[in-house]
Nanobody
Framework: QVQLVESGGGLAQPGGSLRLSCAASGFTLDSYTIGWFRQAPGKGREGVSCISSNDDSTYYKDSVKGRFIISKDIAKNTVYLQMNSLKPEDTAVYYC????????????????????WGKGTLVTVSS
């Protein structure tokens, strides 16, 4: 069964950190471009960070550059999103997605050609 399962969400204080995990089953994650998206209450979904399948090129939304880091663990078939210096505006449900035949930039900017979506994990940043 093909699945993407996110974990690691929760409550964090402003300035704090969380690490999200996206575990794949039923397919080899490294063959796909992988992205993290988020949707805040009352807002549309936006691409946060994406990583390519071939050379691990990365894309970051401007508002998270320097704070978030995307990475892969091929042995664990898992992609991570390390989120540092969290802000209240980072509050959202975070989803991971996998897409073949697309670049990291295209995936993050246009949701281009997503093959699989996870169900999401909630991140709340509040004091």
């Amino acid at each position: 069964q093909v699945q993407l399962v996110e974990s690691g969400g929760g409550l964090a204080q402003p300035g704090g950190s969380l690490r999200l995990s996206c575990a794949a089953s039923g397919f080899t994650l490294d063959s796909y471009t992988i992205g993290w998206f988020r949707q805040a209450p009352g807002k549309g979904r936006e691409g946060v960070s994406c990583i390519s399948s071939n050379d691990d090129s990365t894309y970051y939304k401007d508002s998270v550059k320097g704070r978030f880091i995307i990475s892969k663990d091929i042995a664990k078939n898992t992609v991570y999103l390390q989120m540092n210096s969290l802000k209240p505006e980072d509050t959202a449900v975070y989803y991971c997605a996998a897409a073949l035949f697309t670049t990291e930039e295209a995936l993050c900017i246009w949701d281009n050609g997503v093959d699989y979506w996870g169900k999401g994990t909630l991140v709340t940043v509040s004091s």
